[in-house]
């Protein structure tokens, strides 16, 4: 494949240009209800060429490998449509490196009937748990990505990238009245980590259960305390997004925005995209432009320090690149993308968050999130009352929104210990969804935020 | 044909087979930040196959044309163990024509794709240069081969094409987005309207209102409807209804919207973006009436499920999904909506949409573009709003349904359409 590549990137007459080829292997099962609903396994194999010219990239993208060299022009002929200025880009040092995925149950090796047979069983337990469970919905994914990354700077990597993952939903109904419990598990790891999860099979089905009599929570302004599980989507909304380059390196009123050094939160504050924590699904030791993932403090102690970057961004800000780069697939060109943002730990404990409160909402797991970078939603699978200092009754569809500028200030307490749970999801950007992302954090108060709901 | 070799490959082992193959070519070009930005071209070629043995479903893709024997192979490998199988592959059938290929896609170049990005620049720039933009052209020519073991074959070319434009406002610490765009199958495309809906958008946001907590009457303008089509489209999917999870199941014929609603699921409208002769099983495109008048008339289904409710296929396979929907115009003018309202908001676009419990019908939503009535008059932009409520409560409380259904998006016609009551919090 090497060769292949590397005579084809001769055909270009760009500035810059590099060719990423993909093969994917997947299988799935799905199961809803009582039956069966989907079964299968997939061969994906395609690649994409990026020619920078003159500061203006061409992307040719491709399932037949047989028309490399002409894909290679055609990227450069795009480029060279667009080019009007000058092309720039961080240097590196160009890496050839061969990575070859470690697991510890290679599920490639295991049969599809085996993958059925564990689904099942999560899937049974979920119907059998209450009479109230209607129906599931339990899924089983796993993919093989192998990629072949070639640049006209020499660098050549060969990288695995294995991922898993179980979904588990399940619905009760009591008359017009659905509910629905989720869990969930994934990472960039082998077949152990969907297996022995009939606990979470459980809790599904019985926070579905439960959430029947939950009433929904009532609409307002409240002090939340948030969990783990919570923390790391509000941190990817309410703040990771906002400090991808691209949103920031060619717009002078959000270069001034986010100025570093600026106190963009309060000063119990830290937040940290890091793409090198072993098992996380954000995980690569390099991006897709070939440049080495890092540890990138975004936020310390409430002060702006750092942004993520490609290397086109990185130059044209004067700053480091920061192996922020990805794609979802060959279908796409690298765009900037966090990898595993969590908060970092401060010092209280649960019982400090919630002691002083009189009315407020604890607000656990996560569903989602989505922002327009100054205003964001974060949604939680289900919550708690605080009153008067105490959890009280159970509320459902917890939904909270807040403004970046002002929600980060009202952080008032962090908890002592960070937790990345496991969960399975992604992150949408440009039409590339959904791009396996890693969360994390501790428990976090956070004060005068808007809830939905019915007052 | 490739999809022969494939039904005649799995035919040796399998009592059924269905195969496609789907080949196109896609063009973009893309401005970000005021300036053009990159030129992308992708050809895509995948290949997949659905076969039935001994009563059993099993399916495999893939996108390398050499590996015919391999994409059979863990079909059949699948199907061993795979869902029980409640229908047959349909024979030949007639269906009725309509036009999803524009010839005058293809000979566009992609210099003429930027000069209509950098026209409708133009335009927004001459509202206010102080707005950021981005923007899109789009061309796709495709072809989509289809068979199965019954004897239904079929070929179909198709086109599409597409223009857009978002902009971005910072004032301070605020920071606006506002944008419009269209794609069909299509090539006429009036892209300068599409800059004009945008500088409309923006002119009407110049000015930011607070807004109270509260019950507020609230109009959905048509690129706000999504929002109440969400749980609908949720409700009305056949293999929810089939397996309880839709707070549908079992109405048929009762009234679950106000009687003025009318919405219909029609794959053939020439042009439109899900239309189409065929549905992915080779069954011909109908239209279906999903709600007349108020009343709930049918679901959606595909040919498995249909088969397991003993219901019929309605051509919406597979996944009982909705094609384009068209909801029927009502009889009150848009401006006349706004006049009689004393104090209300018009949604255009929101934050977290299907983050909540949308089978339910339960939304809980930010508002990312939207607008404050006051006495009659669009006074401003609010934001840091959540608005709250049931799909299902609100199809009943709905006050007024627009005189003209609007393109929004290829996919969707529909009026805007005013809601009795709904929950907004103020930030």
């Given amino acids: 494949m090497r060769n292949i590549m590397e005579r084809a990137l001769r055909k270009s007459k760009a500035e810059y240009t590099e060719i990423r080829i993909e093969s994917v292997v997947s299988s799935w099962v799905n199961f809803r209800g009582q039956e069966l609903d989907s079964i299968g396994s997939s061969k994906i194999l395609g690649g994409i060429v990026r020619a920078l010219f003159k500061g203006g990239w061409g992307y040719a993208t491709f399932n037949d490998l047989g028309d490399l060299d002409l894909r290679v022009v055609e990227a450069f002929e795009s480029a060279r449509l667009v080019g009007r200025g000058e092309s720039e880009l961080a240097e590196v040092v160009p890496v050839v490196d061969e990575i070859e995925a470690s697991l510890e149950k290679d599920f490639r090796q295991i049969p599809l009937s085996a993958k059925e047979g564990v689904i099942e069983e999560y899937n049974t337990i979920i119907l059998e748990y209450d009479n109230k469970v209607e129906?599931?919905?339990?899924?089983?994914?796993?993919?093989?990505?192998?990629?072949?990354?070639?640049?006209?700077?020499?660098?050549?990597?060969?990288?695995?990238?294995?991922?898993?993952?179980?979904?588990?939903?399940?619905?009760?109904?009591e008359g017009a009245n659905i509910q629905q419990g989720f869990e969930?598990?994934?990472?960039?790891?082998?077949?152990?980590?969907?297996?022995?999860?009939?606990?979470?099979?459980?809790?599904?089905?019985?926070?579905?259960?439960?959430?029947?009599?939950?009433?929904?929570?009532?609409?307002?302004?409240?002090?939340?305390?948030?969990?783990?599980?919570?923390?790391?989507?509000?941190?990817?909304?309410?703040?990771?997004?906002?400090?991808?380059?691209?949103?920031?390196?060619?717009?002078?009123r959000i270069k001034d925005l986010m100025v570093l050094g600026r106190q963009v939160a309060s000063e119990k504050v830290s937040i940290i995209d890091d793409g090198t924590i072993p098992g996380l699904r954000g995980t690569h030791r390099y991006d897709d432009e070939g440049v080495k993932t890092r540890k990138n403090y975004l936020i310390k102690d409430g002060i702006l320090v750092g942004r993520l970057h490609s290397r086109e961004t990185a130059r044209k800000m004067g700053e480091e690149p920061t192996g922020n780069a990805r794609a979802?697939?060959?279908?796409?060109?690298?765009?900037?993308?966090?990898?595993?943002?969590?908060?970092?730990?401060?010092?209280?404990?649960?019982?400090?968050?919630?002691?002083?409160?009189?009315?407020?909402?604890?607000?656990?797991?996560?569903?989602?999130?989505?922002?327009?970078?100054?205003?964001?939603?974060?949604?939680?699978?289900?919550?708690?009352?605080?009153?008067?200092?105490?959890?009280?009754?159970?509320?459902?569809?917890?939904?909270?929104?807040?403004?970046?500028?002002?929600?980060?200030?009202?952080?008032?307490?962090?908890?002592?210990?960070?937790?990345?749970?496991?969960?399975?999801?992604?992150?949408?950007?440009?039409?590339?969804?959904?791009?396996?992302?890693?969360?994390?954090?501790?428990?976090?108060?956070?004060?005068?935020?808007?809830?939905?709901?019915?007052? | 044909m490739a999809v022969d070799q494939l039904i005649e490959k799995a035919m040796k082992k399998a009592q059924g087979a269905q195969a496609s193959l789907v080949q196109s070519e896609t063009t973009n070009v893309s401005f970000e930040n005021d300036k053009l930005k990159f030129v992308k071209s992708s050809q895509s070629t995948a290949m997949s196959i659905k076969v039935i043995v001994n009563g059993k479903i099993g399916s495999s893709h893939t996108t390398d044309i050499d590996d015919v024997d391999g994409v059979v192979e863990r079909a059949l490998e699948a199907a061993a163990f795979g869902s029980p199988a409640h229908f047959e592959f349909p024979g030949p059938q007639k269906a009725r024509e309509v036009a999803v290929y524009d010839s005058a896609v293809l000979p566009v170049t992609k210099e003429q794709m930027v000069d209509i990005g950098e026209e409708m620049m133009t335009l927004v720039k001459e509202y206010?240069?102080?707005?950021?933009?981005?923007?899109?052209?789009?061309?796709?020519?495709?072809?989509?081969?289809?068979?199965?073991?019954?004897?239904?074959?079929?070929?179909?070319?198709?086109?599409?094409?597409?223009?857009?434009?978002?902009?971005?406002?910072?004032?301070?610490?605020?920071?606006?987005?506002?944008?419009?765009?269209?794609?069909?199958?299509?090539?006429?495309?009036?892209?300068?309207?599409?800059?004009?809906?945008?500088?409309?958008?923006?002119?009407?946001?110049?000015?930011?209102?607070?807004?109270?907590?509260?019950?507020?009457?609230?109009?959905?303008?048509?690129e706000g409807v999504n929002v109440l089509l969400l749980a609908l489209n949720l409700g009305l999917n056949g293999k929810n209804v089939f397996l309880g999870s839709s707070p549908l199941a079992g109405k048929v014929g009762e009234r679950i919207a106000d009687r003025r609603f009318s919405i219909i699921d029609d794959p053939l409208i020439d042009y439109a973006s899900a239309s189409g002769r065929f549905d992915g099983e080779g069954v011909p495109h109908?239209?279906?009436?999903?709600?007349?008048?108020?009343?709930?008339?049918?679901?959606?289904?595909?040919?498995?499920?249909?088969?397991?409710?003993?219901?019929?296929?309605?051509?919406?396979?597979?996944?009982?999904?909705?094609?384009?929907?068209?909801?029927?115009g009502g009889d009150t003018p848009y401006e006349d909506m706004i006049k009689s309202t004393k104090e209300g908001l018009i949604v255009y676009d929101v934050l977290g949409l299907g983050q909540g419990n949308p089978i339910s019908g339960e939304f809980s939503v930010n508002v990312q573009l939207g607008y404050k009535i006051e006495n009659g008059i669009v006074v401003g932009r609010v934001k840091d709003v959540m608005l709250a409520g049931n799909t299902y409560e609100a199809l009943r409380d709905i006050v007024a349904i627009g005189d003209k259904a609007e393109w929004a998006g290829g996919s969707l016609i529909v009026p805007p359409i005013q809601i009795g009551t709904l929950s907004v919090v103020g930030g």
């Fill in chain 1, 135 to 173: 129906t599931s919905n339990v899924g089983y994914r796993d993919s093989f990505r192998k990629i072949w990354y070639v640049n006209s700077e020499g660098a050549y990597i060969e990288d695995e990238r294995p991922d898993v993952g179980v979904v588990m939903s399940a619905m009760a109904r």
């Fill in chain 1, 184 to 252: 969930s598990v994934a990472g960039g790891a082998g077949f152990q980590i969907v297996e022995g999860l009939q606990e979470k099979a459980e809790t599904a089905a019985k926070r579905a259960v439960e959430l029947l009599t939950a009433p929904p929570v009532t609409g307002g302004k409240y002090p939340v305390v948030i969990n783990p599980k919570l923390a790391g989507v509000f941190a990817h909304e309410a703040f990771g997004h906002l400090s991808e380059s691209d949103f920031v390196y060619e717009n002078e």
């Fill in chain 1, 328 to 455: 979802i697939s060959y279908q796409h060109q690298p765009i900037i993308r966090m990898t595993n943002t969590y908060i970092d730990k401060g010092s209280a404990s649960f019982e400090d968050m919630t002691r002083d409160v009189k009315l407020g909402l604890y607000a656990v797991d996560m569903v989602g999130g989505q922002t327009s970078m100054e205003m964001f939603t974060f949604s939680a699978a289900y919550g708690y009352m605080i009153r008067d200092g105490k959890l009280a009754e159970c509320v459902r569809d917890v939904v909270l929104t807040g403004n970046v500028f002002e929600t980060l200030m009202h952080i008032d307490m962090v908890g002592d210990t960070v937790e990345y749970p496991p969960a399975g999801g992604g992150c949408g950007k440009d039409g590339q969804s959904p791009l396996p992302v890693g969360f994390g954090g501790p428990y976090v108060r956070i004060q005068d935020v808007v809830v939905g709901g019915r007052s």
């Fill in chain 2, 128 to 222: 206010n240069q102080d707005i950021l933009l981005s923007a899109g052209v789009s061309k796709s020519v495709g072809k989509r081969e289809f068979a199965n073991s019954a004897g239904a074959k079929h070929v179909s070319e198709g086109t599409s094409f597409s223009a857009g434009i978002q902009g971005q406002l910072v004032r301070g610490t605020d920071i606006l987005w506002a944008g419009d765009s269209f794609g069909w199958k299509k090539r006429e495309i009036d892209h300068v309207a599409i800059a004009r809906k945008t500088i409309k958008l923006f002119r009407m946001a110049e000015k930011i209102v607070p807004i109270d907590s509260g019950g507020l009457p609230v109009i959905f303008a048509p």
């Fill in chain 2, 286 to 328: 109908q239209t279906t009436p999903l709600v007349e008048d108020g009343i709930l008339k049918s679901f959606l289904y595909d040919l498995d499920t249909a088969g397991r409710a003993g219901s019929k296929t309605t051509g919406n396979g597979v996944g009982c999904n909705p094609t384009n929907l068209v909801i029927n």
